[in-house]
């Protein structure tokens, strides 16, 4: 009988010392999961953050500049440059202008920015020196981008 209770004290010790470790393994697994999340959290960022950065040096250049242009010319608000217009989504757009590295303070005003840069009047000037092969398709690209905003400015001022 003693023999007995000897190996079921024993055996009560492995399993909690096997219940430890793994316990432990978990809670290392978990830091490591959360470790990495956050590194991929912070590498995304800092992508976006270089994205809305080249996006306003395109701007600036895009404005001291006459010469033509064309469609993967054009500093699309989104993070990955359009190579078509299947790449210019409403989703994709929402999520770059409402960014928390595009300017603006609020929702509303970061869409007002994204707006003015836009509105069809004022891009007028940048379309007229798209090439003739990339206007139409340019045309409906910013089309896609204007209604997206239109949306978004809509919904801003509910």
Not at 14 to 26: L, S, T
Not at 58 to 76: A, H, K, N, Q
Not at 139 to 145: A, D, L, N, R, Y
Request: with cysteine.
């Amino acid at each position: 009988m003693q023999r007995l209770q000897a190996h079921r004290r024993e055996s009560e010790r492995h399993r909690a010392a096997f219940e430890q470790r793994r316990r432990a393994h978990e809670e290392k697994e978990r830091l490591r999961w959360e470790q990495e999340r956050e590194a991929q959290r912070s590498r995304r960022k800092e992508a976006e953050r270089a994205a809305q950065d080249e996006y306003e040096t395109r701007w600036t250049e895009l404005s001291s500049t006459s010469e033509s242009l064309g469609f993967r010319d054009i500093p699309w608000p989104t993070f990955v440059q359009p190579q078509s217009l299947d790449d210019i989504t409403p989703a994709k757009v929402t999520r770059f202008v409402l960014s928390p590295s595009h300017p603006g303070e609020t929702r509303r005003e970061k869409v007002r920015n994204a707006l003015r840069r836009w509105h069809p009047d004022r891009f007028g000037r940048v379309l007229a020196r798209v090439d003739e092969g990339d206007r139409e398709m340019t045309e409906e690209g910013v089309g896609i981008v204007v209604r997206c905003l239109n949306s978004l400015l809509e919904r801003e001022s509910q």
